[in-house]
């Protein structure tokens, strides 16, 4: 039998980071978009919200609470409150969950342990590159055997806590590899400090304003055999971007339900022609678009984290919750502009900073796991 209701633990994470999101996310929001900064002491707070150590297995310090569908229930409410935020405060699992998936034991007894600190541990993934139509099944930087190691050599850029982060999980086409596309990806982990890496300056965006992406460079930075996440079996490419559509289709969900959220009282409290605006048949079929669409993305968010919890190919399930979100969250971004009105386009009202948060997600790869 099919269940569309989450379990008692899942519907508990979501009221506790759904207070969380409402009390520390939204007042915050629009004085982070405006400054282009994230505020004094959020991500230590977020941190002592377990994110990541949630699922990092005991054995290393963690609760072994590894949950795909819990993840994809915390981002929505997360980014219902602000995506950057959101994105920002789950970064380090970008690093530390693929190591859960993927690494071996001597991997996670080596970079798994600052995860369950006290102290916020910034880490990230490394995986869009600057081109006019990235392609992860084409990617440019190059990975090259050499002696007991690895060479890589390429560009990155939208690293999220780029400016900050200690450790790159870098993403790279292993020239040695005898598959093609996804089967050719291998991840590295490279420290900040690696002779060869050079971290850019903080980027400009149009949305996700408040969280600090910057570019990378690798000019033939060797990295041993042990820093290649898998070991000599490498990583399964395909599972790793299947669970970060899925999130980010969960970030997107998010953006579009605070819109239909926001937008539904405006509508009923504001009158023209002594009539609510929300009894004029436009404007209530924009609210009723909002309100169907943005339980069809959720439906279909929650097929992929599902699969992907069961260990089954999520490959078409995750693009296709992708896909439908990044449309339809800008759909209702939209909406919530025209319902607005005149109001759409002022920042008194958060909806046009969430029309730009949404176009943004949209078009990126590689900025959240579930």
Request: net charge negative; aromatic share 6%.
């Amino acid at each position: 039998m099919i269940s569309f209701e989450p379990t008692e633990e899942q519907a508990v994470a979501r009221e506790a980071l759904r207070e969380f999101a409402e009390k520390s996310l939204r007042p915050r929001a629009r004085e982070c978009d405006e400054a282009e900064a994230l505020p004094e002491g959020f991500l230590q707070e977020a941190w002592e919200l377990g994110l990541t150590a949630t699922h990092v297995p005991e054995a290393f310090g963690g609760l072994g609470a590894r949950s795909p569908l819990t993840n994809a229930i915390v981002l929505e409410e997360l980014a219902c409150g602000d995506a950057a935020l959101a994105l920002a405060a789950t970064a380090p699992s970008l690093f530390a969950l693929p190591v859960v998936d993927q690494g071996t034991d001597e991997q996670k007894e080596r970079w798994l342990p600052p995860f369950v600190g006290d102290s916020f541990h910034a880490a990230t993934l490394a995986l869009v590159e600057p081109s006019p139509v990235f392609d992860v099944t084409r990617l440019r930087t190059i990975a090259e055997p050499k002696g007991e190691g690895f060479v890589l050599s390429g560009r990155k850029c939208f690293v999220p806590l780029g400016d900050r982060a200690r450790h790159f999980l870098v993403l790279a086409r292993n020239r040695s590899a005898t598959g093609e596309g996804l089967a050719a990806l291998d991840a590295f982990v490279v420290p900040r400090d690696a002779k060869g890496l050079r971290v850019g300056p903080r980027e400009k965006h149009l949305g996700l304003r408040a969280l600090p992406t910057t570019t990378l460079e690798l000019e033939r930075v060797e990295v041993p055999a042990a820093d290649r996440l898998g070991g000599e079996a490498g990583i399964d490419a395909r599972r790793l971007v299947n669970q970060s559509r899925a999130a980010l289709a969960a970030v997107m969900l998010g953006v579009a339900r605070a819109v239909k959220e926001y937008a539904i009282p405006y509508a009923k409290d504001r009158v023209a022609f002594d009539q609510a605006i929300a009894q004029k048949q436009a404007i209530a079929f924009m609210l009723s678009d909002m309100a169907i669409e943005t339980e069809a993305t959720r439906w279909l968010v929650w097929k992929a984290a599902s699969q992907l919890e069961q260990g089954l190919d999520a490959t078409r399930a995750a693009h296709q919750a992708r896909a439908y979100a990044a449309e339809q969250s800008m759909k209702i971004a939209d909406h919530g502009v025209q319902v607005l009105g005149g109001h759409g386009f002022i920042r008194e009202h958060p909806v046009e900073m969430w029309y730009r948060n949404a176009r943004t997600l949209g078009v990126l790869e590689g900025l959240a796991t579930v």
